[in-house]
Each structure stands twice: as C-alpha cells, then as structure tokens.
C-alpha cells in the first residue's frame, strides 16, 4: 500500500520554527514533484511549496524567506523547514506528490496529487 506519510506538527509560539517531514513508503518506483499545502479553517486548501526531481522549488509569496523546502531522493521523503511562523500559518499541512508505483500484480500506476492524511500546525501565544 502506497502511503504518504507525514510528521513533526505541532504547538508552536509566533517567531517559532517547526520542520515537517513526510516520507513516501510502499511499492514507490520513483517519486515527480513533491510538496506542502495547508489548509485553514473556513479556507481553501493552497499551496505552500513545491520541488521537482531537480531541487527545483517554489513557495507561495506569504512564505517566501521563512519555509524552506527539500527533499532526500533516496529516502523519497520531503521536509519543510518553518521559521518564523505566524498565527496565519496555522492550518492543517498536506503533503502531495505525483508517484510512479507498481503493484503486487506488476503493473505500474501513476498517480498525479497523492495525498497525506495531513499534520496540524498551529501557531498562537
């Protein structure tokens, strides 16, 4: 079973950094572009970052200077580094990638948006 795996949300107070980690496990034959988005209560889930196979990247201009975004190829795992968080970062955090899978039966799959189950960032004094 393919999953994407996400960790390291949390509490957090205004100024303060946390670093997301999420890891795509199963049968994973190769792993496109990887990223983050959030979503906050009442809002529409949007884009936070993103990176290509290439370490390639961009951000959402809300977070442009304060997230950073890479990734481990071998481990298929994506991190994003935030520092000086804001109460209007806190939202639900997803991971996303577009996965090249193969099941038990041998036959491949792409998948374009897979999704994590989502970790709760939130910031507040």
């Known amino acids: 079973q393919v999953q994407l795996v996400e960790s390291g949300g949390g509490w957090v107070q205004p100024g303060g950094s946390l670093r997301l980690s999420c890891a795509a496990s199963g049968s994973i034959v190769s792993v496109n572009v990887m990223g983050w988005y959030r979503q906050a209560p009442g809002k529409q889930r949007e884009l936070v970052a993103r990176?290509?196979?290439?370490?390639?990247?961009n951000y959402a201009d809300s977070v442009k200077g304060r997230f950073t975004i890479s990734r481990d190829h071998a481990k298929n795992t994506v991190y994003l580094q935030m520092s000086s968080l804001k109460p209007e970062d806190t939202a639900v955090y997803y991971c996303n990638a577009d996965l090249f899978v193969r099941d038990d039966s041998g036959t491949y799959h792409y998948y374009n948006d897979y999704w994590g189950q989502g970790t709760q960032v939130t910031v507040s004094s």
């Open positions: 990176i290509t196979t290439a370490d390639s990247t």
